[in-house]
């Protein structure tokens, strides 16, 4: 039991050391790449062309198979950014604060394809771009957060500071967006009666999930993957000064 | 003695900032003409239909409450990072949880509270009922509370940095205490119950009050070090 508690330990320790991320990092980077263009391949292939027509939507309804994954996304990555935020803040683990900082334009760019392609989906199904729908709108706010965060960022010269402000937000955030989803919903019914309901289709056929599902995975393991080589990019940015980083570009020492 | 204590040391910090803001009176007023003035500008740009401005009111009292009280946050730390005050308290080792909540109470004082008075007039000119002038009056002052927390969280965090940063970090999350707030407000309006709307505001408070003042702490402490 000890020797696997210590197994973990260096684990989390080796994982948090920049040079031994690197290291591990590069050994892993190839495979990540491969699963993840495969898996993201198969199933946006099979979503795109031999998944069902829809009977209602006809063929439009195909923008679900990045639509719902880029949405989950969008949201998941919000939670591992809070996760490396209470990391930060409690042992103050370096690679957590770059893994928050790159973690958040992906997150950003995940949850604006998400509100655009839900828009473009919009317009042949229900008519128009926008609706102020509950899910549209938290969706919206999710987005302007994760602006929020990169800005804070961006504008503290220290990295290591602005790592620990944003994981300060990101705190924060995590605990104040499930009130964010209630008010909306709330809100929502309170000012019209809900038009729209975009989960209306409670059991999807099969062939259709089982597409969706790959995708959902495929964008996971991409999310992984873009999230690798952002973090590695930052920690030869903020490491450019230390001896391992010349020595690994051949400069002087 | 440690009870009697830290209330001296809130009591300290409460008066010393109470004196520097009634010296300077546009701390408060400012906020106040702010709010008056955005209140102003709806009907001017809406057209003065009186039964378009009551159903608006309730946003609209709310959105300019919002934002004068966003407009005073730099103020809560910044002079005094800037002359060295705040340093000062951070070395005493009085808990710096109790100078950051006496900080947002402050806030409170010179913004939330002329904001509640001056919301009955602006209700006044914007046609409210005057049924919802109770709901208005107690979302307001759970609303602005938790705005202070909020605002005082962004100050921390933008300290020495543009005041615009802190409106852009503080305005997201101030979401649902514009939702709530303006649901209370516009229940009330249709004879339907608001309790609910305002509970959900007060735990938000309690909720607030012992979680932003410790990362406003944080925050503060990120300059020192």
Not at chain 1, 207 to 212: E, G, K, R
Not at chain 1, 226 to 236: G, K, M, S, Y
Not at chain 2, 137 to 164: D, K
């Amino acid at each position: 039991m000890n020797k696997i508690w210590n197994f973990i330990k260096r684990w989390f320790i080796e994982m948090g050391s920049p040079p031994l991320f690197y290291k591990w990092s590069s050994k892993i980077l190839p495979w990540l790449s491969i699963v993840s263009i495969l898996i993201l391949g198969v199933g946006l292939y099979w979503g795109m062309f031999y998944a069902p027509t829809d009977y209602k939507q006809g063929d439009v309804y195909r923008i679900l198979f990045i639509h719902v994954p880029s949405a989950i996304l969008g949201q998941s990555i919000f939670m591992f950014m809070a996760i490396c935020g209470f990391i930060n803040m409690i042992w103050r683990a370096k690679i957590s604060g770059m893994m928050l900082k790159s973690a958040a334009p992906i997150g950003a760019s995940f949850t604006l394809l998400a509100l655009v392609t839900g828009s473009i989906w919009g317009k042949p199904t229900w008519g128009t771009w926008w609706v102020w729908d509950a899910r549209l709108t938290s969706t919206l706010i999710l987005f302007f957060i994760y602006a929020a965060l990169i800005g804070l960022h961006s504008t503290i010269e220290d990295k290591t500071k602005a790592d620990r402000a944003v994981s300060i937000l990101s705190i924060v955030g995590i605990a104040i967006i499930p009130v964010i989803k209630k008010s909306v919903d709330w809100w929502q019914t309170l000012h019209q009666p809900s038009t729209f309901t975009i989960t209306s289709s409670p059991s999807m056929s099969p062939d259709m999930y089982q597409p969706l599902l790959i995708c959902v995975i495929g964008f996971y393991l991409f999310f992984a993957l873009l999230l690798t080589l952002n973090l590695r990019n930052e920690v030869l940015e903020r490491e450019k000064n230390k001896n391992w980083v010349r020595q690994l570009f051949g400069g002087l020492s | 003695m440690m009870q009697s204590s830290i209330s001296d040391w809130l009591t300290i910090i409460l008066r010393r900032d109470l004196i520097i803001a009634f010296r300077r009176s546009s701390t408060y007023i400012t906020p106040l003409i702010f709010f008056l003035i955005v209140v102003t500008f709806f009907p001017l740009a809406l057209g003065p239909q009186e039964s378009l401005l009551s159903s608006l009111a309730p946003g609209v009292i709310w959105i300019a409450a919002l934002l004068a009280s966003l407009l005073a946050v730099e103020t809560i730390f910044s002079e005094d990072f800037r002359d060295g005050t705040l340093d000062d308290f951070f070395i005493s080792l009085e808990p710096s949880f109790i100078l950051v909540f006496a900080k947002v109470l402050i806030h409170w004082l010179i913004t939330g509270l002329p904001i509640l008075i001056a919301s009955m007039i602006a209700a006044l000119v914007l046609y409210l009922p005057f049924e919802s002038f109770i709901p208005m009056i107690f979302s307001l002052l759970l609303g602005t509370s938790f705005m202070s927390l909020l605002g005082a969280l962004g100050a921390a965090l933008s300290l020495g940095r543009s005041a615009i940063l802190s409106a852009i970090i503080v305005l997201p999350f101030s979401i649902p205490t514009l939702l709530m707030g303006t649901s209370v407000i516009s229940s009330s309006l249709i004879n339907q119950d608001f309790s609910g709307y305002l509970m959900i505001m007060g735990a938000m408070l309690a909720i607030g009050i012992p979680g932003l003042c410790l990362l406003t702490v944080e925050a503060l402490l990120l300059n020192y070090e």
